[in-house]
């Protein structure tokens, strides 16, 4: 089956601009994951698409940041206007089901990301 | 937040010889998951061990976990230079009936030929 698809792979915007991320998740997967990891750390949670519902967005500093799944498939996050803080690499991630605490039984499946450099 | 602490940062050794990288963890979890991340790429999935469970193999990967400790190790045995990556533990936590996917900070192992 075809992976998760992002673009772009790489931006370099200056602080104040704004930019948008496009996420096309595995055909089928219900649940879609933003995810943001500066360099040095581990991947954090932005927010969490079940369908096109939002599940969990308590990490998403929605000041500047938004996210949306149309139709609940593809998803684009935008940063209006971005920071300096901003620059990381975002993540995105699908599994096939809004998944019952305790019922796992794979991984998350997870694009290449998009590498952002704000200057 | 981050949920998984590794140990250590980074870890350097020759080709041939055996990679440990330990997380710890604080609260309860449903399952522990070990990824991997070459430079510049996506996080793909090594392997889950669950909360009932003790040990797991996957080809040269070896998974320890200890709930009472709050602690995992994942062993790579014979390791190869293709293993240079970075390695994340990540522990899934509940989250409105449903469950999200928190990762520690990661061990950058470098394999070296």
């Known amino acids: 089956e075809a992976g998760v698809a992002q673009s772009p792979r790489y931006k370099i915007i200056e602080k104040r601009q704004s930019v948008a991320f496009w996420c096309n998740p595995i055909s089928g997967h219900a649940t879609l994951y933003w995810y943001q990891q500066i360099l040095g750390q581990g991947p954090k949670l932005l927010i969490q698409?079940?369908?096109?519902?939002?599940?969990?967005d308590s990490q998403l500093p929605k000041d500047r940041f938004s996210a949306e799944r149309l139709k609940g498939v593809d998803s684009t996050l935008k940063i209006q206007p971005a920071k300096l803080e901003d620059s990381a690499v975002y993540l995105c991630?699908?599994?096939?089901?809004?998944?019952?605490?305790?019922?796992?039984?794979?991984?998350?499946?997870f694009g290449s990301g998009t590498r952002l450099t704000v200057v | 937040s981050q949920q998984g602490e590794e140990d250590p940062q980074a870890l350097s050794i020759q080709e041939g010889e055996n990679a440990t990288m330990n997380c710890s963890y604080k609260?309860?979890?449903?399952?522990l998951q070990w990824y991997r991340q070459n430079s510049g790429r996506g996080l793909v999935h090594l392997i889950l061990?669950?909360?009932?469970?003790r040990e797991k193999h996957s080809g040269r990967l070896r998974v320890t976990l200890d709930t009472s400790k709050k602690s995992s190790s994942l062993l790579i045995t014979a390791s190869r230079a293709a293993d240079t990556a970075s390695y994340f533990c990540a522990t899934v936590q509940s989250q409105g009936g449903s469950e999200k996917l928190v990762f520690g900070k990661g061990t950058k192992l470098t394999v070296n030929p």
């Open positions: 061990i669950r909360s009932n469970e």
């Open positions: 991630a699908s599994s096939p089901v809004r998944r019952p605490v305790g019922r796992t039984k794979d991984g998350y499946t």
């Open positions: 698409f079940q369908n096109n519902g939002v599940v969990d």
């Open positions: 609260t309860s979890i449903n399952n």
